[in-house]
């Protein structure tokens, strides 16, 4: 079993930055996989990035490439999710994800067999 806690969502103004927080617990692997993901009102859950758990693979959505950089947190067992130049658009509630043993796409949802509770971000224009 792992659980997972983010923390870090807020408002921001367009063109500024956030750091969201993900902490794990529980029986994890170095071969696994943490993701985020969004989901906007009104729409499908959204893949932003992923990071193999041993820190050194890492995987992006086109639309937070450059913007965006997922990477170990400075906390142990932790996963932070550094966002950059902020639009309204990425306004959503972020879930960060745990692949456990079922493999597969990391831009996929099903691939993640544990979540988080989400947090909420909005960018005002």
């Not at 103004?13 to 750091?19: D, V």
């Not at 932790?78 to 972020?94: E, H, R, W």
């Not at 879930?95 to 456990?100: H, I, K, L």
């Amino acid at each position: 079993q792992v659980q997972l806690v983010e923390s870090g969502g807020g408002l921001v103004q367009a063109g500024g930055s956030l750091t969201l927080s993900c902490a794990l617990s529980g029986r994890t692997f170095s071969s696994y996989a943490v993701g985020w993901f969004r989901q906007a009102p009104g729409k499908e859950r959204e893949f932003v990035a992923a990071i193999r758990w041993n820190g050194y693979t890492t995987y992006y959505a086109d639309s937070v490439k450059g913007r965006f950089t997922i990477s170990m947190g400075y906390a142990k067992n932790t996963v932070d999710l550094q966002m950059n130049s902020l639009k309204p658009g990425d306004t959503a509630v972020y879930s960060c994800a745990y692949e456990g043993a079922r493999g597969g796409s990391y831009y996929y949802p099903g691939t993640y067999e544990y979540w988080g509770q989400g947090t909420q971000v909005t960018v005002s224009s």
